[in-house]
C-alpha cells in the first residue's frame, strides 16, 4: 500500500479499520481516512485528550480528566453504551469491532456494545491491569500478571486462561491466535500461543522477539515495537499492513506503532519531530 504522513508533532498514534487517529502534543486529536461512520470527524467540543484507541468504524478518547468519549458508528451501543459511572476514573479504553471497553483506576474493566467482550467475566472483577479488544476476542492482563481472553458473542463470557506468568499485555490478533507481553529479568518478550493452528504457521514469527516495548494487534496482523525503536509486524498482509519498510526495522526508527483495520501506522523522528506515517 501506499504511504500516508500526518503532520509533525504527535504524541500518539490508534489505527482504525480503514482511519487513524493521533494525539497532538498540544493535547488535541486529529483523525484521517474513512469517515462514513463518523469515526474519522473529531467533535468541535472535545477537549484536552490524554490517549486515542480507533475501533473499525469508531474512535474513543480518553480525556486528562479520566473521562471517556467515543464518536462514530454505535450501532451496537458501543459509543453511547459507556456508563456513566467510569467518567473521571478511566485510565485507558480500547475500542475494536463494535465494542469498547474502558479500564479504571481501581482495576476493573467496563465493556459496553457487540462482537467481542460486551461484558467482562465476573472472576476478573477488580484485577486488570490492561485490556485490549479485537475484532472477535478480548483479552486482558491482571494483577497477578496473569493473562484472559474471551468470546463472547452474547450471554455470559467464559475467561480462557493464557498459560503464561508475568504478563504487562495481551492481545488476539486473529481467530485461534492469543499474543503477550512477558516482562523478564532484562526486558520483555512476545510469546504467542495458537488456539488453532490455522493461522499459527504465519504468527510464529513474532513469537519470541525479545526487547519489545508495547504490542499492537489489528484484525488480521500484529505489530511490536521493540525498545530499541525496531518495528516488528507480522500477519495478513493483503493489503501491505504488515509489511514493514525496511528503514522501520532498524534501531531508533520509530517511536511508536498501532496496527490497524488494513493498515499500520507509526511515529517516526524526522526532522520535524514525532511525525505519524501509516500504510496499508
Known amino acids: 500500500g501506499s504511504d500516508y504522513v500526518a503532520a509533525a508533532g504527535t504524541l500518539s498514534v490508534a489505527a482504525g479499520g480503514a482511519h487513524a487517529c493521533g494525539v497532538t502534543t498540544d493535547r488535541k486529536l486529529v483523525c484521517w481516512g474513512a469517515s462514513g461512520a463518523g469515526q474519522a470527524d473529531v467533535p468541535p467540543d472535545l477537549g484536552p485528550v490524554a490517549a486515542v484507541s480507533a475501533g473499525y468504524e469508531h474512535t474513543c478518547v480518553l480525556t486528562v480528566t479520566g473521562g ?17 459511572g467510569v467518567q473521571g476514573l478511566a485510565v485507558a479504553v480500547s475500542a475494536g469491532y463494535a465494542s469498547t471497553c474502558v479500564l479504571l483506576r481501581n482495576n476493573s474493566a467496563r465493556c459496553t456494545g457487540g462482537g467481542a467482550g460486551p461484558t467482562v467475566p465476573l472472576e476478573l472483577e477488580g484485577r486488570v ?26 450471554g455470559s463470557p467464559v475467561a480462557e ?7 504487562a499485555q495481551a492481545a488476539a490478533p486473529a481467530p485461534g491466535i492469543r499474543c503477550a507481553l512477558v516482562n523478564g529479568v532484562v526486558g520483555r518478550t512476545v510469546r504467542c500461543l495458537p488456539k488453532t493452528e490455522e493461522w499459527w504457521p504465519v504468527y510464529r514469527g513474532l513469537d519470541g522477539v525479545s526487547g519489545a516495548l508495547t504490542l499492537s494487534a489489528g484484525t488480521n496482523h500484529m505489530c511490536a515495537l521493540t525498545a530499541d525503536g525496531a518495528v516488528h509486524c ?47
Not at 486462561?161 to 504478563?167: E, F, P
Not at 526508527?253 to 501509516?278: M, Q
Open 129 to 154: 491491569t490492561s485490556v485490549a479488544v479485537g475484532e472477535e476476542e478480548t483479552c486482558v492482563g491482571t494483577t497477578q500478571g496473569s493473562a484472559f481472553c474471551w468470546v463472547s458473542p452474547g
Open 68 to 84: 471517556v468519549r467515543c464518536f462514530g458508528s454505535d450501532v451496537s451501543g458501543q459509543c453511547r453504551g459507556i456508563p456513566a
Open 234 to 280: 507480522i500477519g495478513g498482509n493483503n493489503f501491505g499492513q504488515a509489511l514493514v519498510a525496511p528503514e522501520l526495522t532498524q534501531a531508533g526508527a520509530a517511536l511508536a506503532v498501532s496496527a490497524g483495520g488494513s493498515h499500520t501506522c507509526v511515529i517516526v523522528p524526522p526532522c520535524e519531530p514525532r511525525a505519524p506515517r501509516c500504510a496499508g
Open 161 to 167: 486462561a493464557l498459560n503464561l506468568t508475568r504478563v
